[in-house]
T-cell receptor, first 116, second 114 residues
Framework: DTGVSQDPRHKITKRGQNVTFRCDPI?????LYWYRQTLGQGPEFLTY????????KSRLLSDRFSAERPKGSFSTLEIQRTEQGDSAMYLC??????????????FGPGTRLTVL | QKEVEQDPGPLSVPEGAIVSLNCTYS??????FMWYRQYSRKGPELLMY??SSGNKEDGRFTAQVDKSSKYISLFIRDSQPSDSATYLC??????????????WGLGTSLAVNP
């Protein structure tokens, strides 16, 4: 399978703990996006990478959130000191030189986070 | 006012019906229009992609963009129970630089009953 993959698929954690999610984009895609989605809502943009550079970060993203894409391939999203309000589906998408167009974003299956 | 408006439904139709899903938007800079399908507890899956105005057909699915009215539609012909999902519209602006950040509708929940 050459689609976007995310790990883990589910994460249950206690409030105050740190969590880290991983995203592997479609190979040759140079753009990578992180979104958060809660029930009944569309995905909410969190941050965007072009290659290894983080070019945009949502103003809604608190300092407890950090994302990296060290070699321009996979990316990690870390949430420190988790809060119950962080419970959501975290989606990763990639776009680039393959696909319907260079702008088309392809999504992974998501990581569902539950903070108790 | 949200940049993209989409009726969340739910929409319930019998098998074989024609389904019409719609979004309206306010930003005239939007040039790229997409429809995604999302099954419960899964990531969104690209269904249709349209650049600028016009129609696009792919099997049972037809996407329409009317930029003068700032209105996009997705039609599903001969709907099947397997079409039951949430349909999200998404769009982005041509002048967004290298960041094609998508602006999303809330999604419309569709149930096709056998």
């Amino acid at each position: 399978d050459t689609g976007v993959s995310q790990d883990p698929r589910h994460k249950i954690t206690k409030r105050g703990q740190n969590v880290t999610f991983r995203c592997d984009p479609i190979s040759e895609h140079n753009r990578l996006y992180w979104y958060r989605q809660t029930l009944g809502q569309g995905p909410e943009f969190l941050t965007y990478f072009q290659n290894e550079a983080q070019l945009e970060k949502s103003r809604l993203l608190s300092d407890r959130f950090s994302a990296e894409r060290p070699k321009g391939s996979f990316s990690t999203l870390e949430i420190q000191r988790t809060e119950q309000g962080d419970s959501a589906m975290y989606l990763c998408a990639s776009s680039g030189r393959t696909g319907v167009s260079t702008d088309t974003q392809y999504f992974g299956p998501g990581t569902r986070l539950t903070v108790l | 006012q949200k940049e993209v408006e989409q009726d969340p439904g739910p929409l319930s139709v019998p098998e074989g019906a024609i389904v019409s899903l719609n979004c309206t938007y306010s930003n005239s800079a939007f040039q790229y229009f997409m429809w995604y399908r999302q099954y419960s507890r899964k990531g969104p899956e690209l269904l249709m992609y349209t650049y600028s105005s016009g129609n696009k057909e792919d099997g049972r699915f037809t996407a329409q963009v009317d930029k003068s009215s700032k209105y996009i539609s997705l039609f599903i012909r001969d709907s099947q129970p397997s079409d039951s999902a949430t349909y999200l519209c998404a769009m982005s602006a041509e002048n967004a630089g290298n960041n094609r950040k998508l602006i999303w509708g809330l999604g419309t929940s569709l149930a096709v009953n056998p």
